[in-house]
T-cell receptor, first 117, second 117 residues
Framework: AQSVSQHNHHVILSEAASLELGCNYS??????LFWYVQYPGQHLQLLLK??????LVKGIKGFEAEFIKSKFSFNLRKPSVQWSDTAEYFC???????????????FGRGTQLTVWP | GAVVSQHPSWVICKSGTSVKIECRSL??????MFWYRQFPKQSLMLMAT?????????EQGVEKDKFLINHASLTLSTLTVTSAHPEDSSFYIC?????????????FGPGTRLTVL
């Protein structure tokens, strides 16, 4: 079955700790990969995306993610988190079906990150 | 730029009534809008893809007669939940793709929380 898996449902860290959120997907074809963030009471915002090229992509607010094709993974990282990073983080994948550029955006179930000051 | 709004943000209705949710792109025109549904602690699930001036494309398992979508202009799409029942209670999120953009570029609304009593 097609799926996007986020391994951690709730992560709790202290400020300045390093962060890594796991994301794995199960599609074998062409994919585009995304991380979205949803701050409390706000809408989903794009953190970063990978289409092609350098598998290490940098996003806003010091976040980065690495695409490892052999592992079907796209883990999100930040070397030093801040209290303001408290939010829900969603990994998402667009799979391009054969013969069509109409992508379907599939989301993981999300990871709630809580950062204590 | 690229702001998407939804109205209402929160609605409670009685079982058997219909509820209309609006999704508007405020500062851009959108050829395509998407409707998602999110259950608590679960991922966003794509319900349908809505193109201006044509019929929506529904995902497998989504009842088109239950969830009526109208995309009458380049800045407005509506989702009507007909004869709502408690199991329709959920968080409904729309997104929009600007004209000339690709499905990779979706801007999300803040969501509408529907509670059916």
């Amino acid at each position: 079955a097609q799926s996007v898996s986020q391994h951690n449902h709730h992560v709790i860290l202290s400020e300045a700790a390093s962060l890594e959120l796991g994301c794995n997907y199960s599609y074998g074809g062409t994919v585009n990969l995304f991380w979205y963030v949803q701050y409390p009471g706000q809408h989903l915002q794009l953190l970063l995306k990978y289409f092609s090229g350098d598998p290490l992509v940098k996003g806003i607010k010091g976040f980065e993610a690495e695409f490892i094709k052999s592992k079907f993974s796209f883990n999100l990282r930040k070397p030093s988190v801040q209290w303001s990073d408290t939010a829900e983080y969603f990994c998402a994948v667009i799979r391009f079906d054969r013969g069509s550029t109409l992508g379907r955006l599939y989301f993981g179930r999300g990871t709630q990150l809580t950062v204590w000051p | 730029g690229a702001v998407v709004s939804q109205h209402p943000s929160w609605v409670i209705c009685k079982s058997g009534t219909s509820v209309k949710i609006e999704c508007r792109s405020l500062d851009f025109q959108a050829t395509t809008m998407f409707w998602y549904r999110q259950f608590p602690k679960q991922s966003l699930m794509l319900m349908a893809t809505s193109n201006e001036g044509s019929k929506a494309t529904y995902e497998q398992g989504v009842e088109k007669d239950k969830f009526l979508i109208n995309h009458a202009s380049l800045t407005l799409s509506t989702l009507t939940v007909t004869s709502a029942h408690p199991e329709d209670s959920s968080f409904y999120i729309c997104s929009a793709t600007p004209i000339g953009g690709s499905y990779n570029e979706q801007f999300f609304g803040p969501g509408t929380r529907l509670t059916v009593l």
